[in-house]
């Protein structure tokens, strides 16, 4: 796929650029340019080109507006010690986004288009990148349907798409959460979409979000569809336990069952855990084992992960049964150690022995 940049003619000044980075939020402003390529069913994909950050110009007949046909992907810039910017895995990202691709029957994007699209983008906006530890670049990849018609069937063209924007810690990692388990409404079935990254099965946990926040919680936590049960997932990040204490805990994972999505942070942290010397399990846990987990202080500590926020401890759980504080509902020792140790991986740090981060300039 050729690159073709065209620089913005009005971009952000630097002094402005500077006091966004200050306090950056997550999703708040944007850089000067995207990264936009189109494709259809006769020519396949076109060139890609750099260009101006700027609305999108879509028919109203356009089909994601009427069927959902679209993907997205979340990943993130580092700012390095020697002043380099590397990206975090972007070939995980790449891979899953054809995986959500072919699911939704959207044209599959090659790994190295892909990765080429993201880097191009750092590149030209790399005085976006923050540099304070656990701030980063976010980057958001997405792909939508936009033939014309509104027949149900699989789009013949569509628009690949590349976003960025400076982003802080998604929670605060000093504040553990507070999550609310549903029991009323699930995130994925099998045989559904839950291994895609959608917009669909987000637009479809915001009822359960609200009804977690009229609780006073920050997050919901996801059942099984067919039980309501069985562990899944909390809002869109993948969930871990702290089985026992010290050295001798083990890090636990609700295992990928068809419905989970496949987390890179959750991938990334079966590594990590094993790297600091602890045992890792994936496999099945109900929501009576949580609840007399916690209760017996078996399960010690309790973490959400994902892109957007890292890490991010849980420290008390809410559900029509009752309230379960883990431990003394702060951020557990092992939690913020191997929330550390990523960090440090992602920022330079610490040795990078998985080879994930690939420096872009």
Sequence with gaps: MKITVSPSSNPISPTQRDQYLEEPGFGKYFTDHMAVAEWNQ????????????????LDPAAMVFHYGQEIFEGMKAYYQPDGSIAL?????????????AARITLPELPVEDFVSAVEALVKQDAGWVPKKVGESLYLRPFMIATEVGLGVRPSNK??????????????????????????EYVRAVLG???????????????????????EGCDQVV??????????????GMNL???KGRGKDATIFTPKLTGTL???????????????????????????????????????????ACGTAAVIAPVGSAKSKYGTWVTGDGNPGQITMEIRNHLLGIQHGTIPDKHGWMKRVI
């Excluded at 039980?227 to 809002?235: A, D, I, L, P």
Aim: hydrophobic content about 45%; some cysteine.
């Design 158 to 183: 569509a628009l690949f798409a590349v976003i960025a924007t400076p982003a802080a810690a998604y929670f605060n990692s000093a504040k553990a959460v507070t999550v609310w388990i549903s029991l």
């Design 261 to 303: 999505l496949h987390g890179i942070t959750r991938d990334s942290i079966l590594s990590v855990a094993k790297d600091l010397g602890y045992k890792v399990e994936e496999g099945m846990i109900s929501i009576d084992q949580w609840r007399d987990g916690v209760a017996s202080g078996d399960i010690s500590e309790i973490f």
């Design 88 to 100: 975090f895995r972007p070939d995980a990202n790449a891979l899953r986004f054809a995986k959500s």
């Design 192 to 214: 559904g979409t839950g291994e895609a990254k959608c917009g669909g099965n987000y637009a479809a946990s915001l009822l359960a979000q609200q009804e977690a926040a009229k």
């Design 42 to 57: 006769a020519s396949g994909w076109s060139d890609l080109t750099i260009s101006a950050y700027g609305p999108l110009n």
């Design 240 to 242: 871990y336990f702290v």
């Design 222 to 235: 996801w059942l099984d569809a067919k039980e309501r049960f069985w562990v899944e997932e909390m809002g």
